[in-house]
């Protein structure tokens, strides 16, 4: 079936320094699946960051990119420069041809002072 | 002004008991989902419903039961708990079909004993 993979948690970085997150996907059921990162904050539900529905586009929100390969099937998340607010879990989904959602196991970010 | 809400926050709950989860949004929504997480797993679809009185198998039902009485509301029902329900529960709805995104409530967390 289809699948997500992420870089495993929980990642330490510190403020102003850069960011990449790790996603893979396997989709048998589907050539093109949309992709996503959703984030989660402390006490909240998990909030879209960011999609791509178009393989070779790339996506942007609050300063976090992310770029449809097709060719590696993959999906990484990257931020320039990240900052204390962007401590969260993060994941990264697909969506199948089954109209589901399939989701990562989630990162962890935590961004010290 | 959430726009989808879960409630409880959080439950502790004996082997053998009934649990039920209650799920409401204000989107307007006519999909809602219950997905479980539990650590090293990714969120994973429990039921879902596109309309009210109506409700859908997801990839892990066994154990649960879900009613939605009302466009609004949709719960999660445990009739017999068992251990390995141990999970944090989340609700999420979306517009018509599977779409591009979907919002999610704060999430239950469910323990077990």
């Known amino acids: 079936g289809d699948s997500v993979t992420q870089t495993e948690g929980p990642v330490t970085v510190s403020e102003s320094e850069s960011l990449i997150i790790n996603c893979t996907y396997s989709a048998t059921s589907i050539a093109y699946p949309n992709l996503f990162w959703y984030v989660r904050y402390p006490g909240e539900g998990l909030q879209l960051l960011l999609k791509?529905?178009?393989?070779?586009q790339k996506g942007s929100s609050r300063g976090f990119e992310a770029t449809y390969n097709k060719e590696t099937t993959s999906f990484h998340l990257q931020k320039a420069s990240v900052q204390e607010s962007d401590s969260a879990v993060y994941y990264c989904a697909l969506r199948s041809n089954t109209n589901k959602v399939v989701f990562g196991t989630g990162t962890r970010l935590q961004v010290l002072p | 002004e959430a726009a989808v809400t879960q409630s409880p926050r959080s439950k502790v709950a004996v082997t053998g008991g009934k649990v039920t989860l209650s799920c409401h949004q204000t989107n307007n929504h006519d999909y809602m989902y219950w997905y479980r997480q539990d650590t090293g797993h990714g969120l994973r679809l429990i039921h879902y419903?596109?309309?009210?009185?109506?409700?859908e198998k997801g990839d892990i039902p066994d154990g649960y039961k879900a009613s939605r009485p009302s466009q609004e509301n949709f719960s999660l029902i445990l009739e017999l708990a068992s251990l390995s329900q141990t999970a944090v529960y989340f609700c999420?709805?979306?517009?018509?079909?599977?779409?591009?995104?979907?919002?999610f409530g704060p999430g239950t967390r469910l323990t077990v004993l």
């Open positions: 999420a709805s979306s517009d018509w079909g599977v779409s591009y995104e979907q919002y």
């Open positions: 419903s596109y309309v009210a009185d109506s409700t």
């Open positions: 791509v529905i178009t393989a070779g």
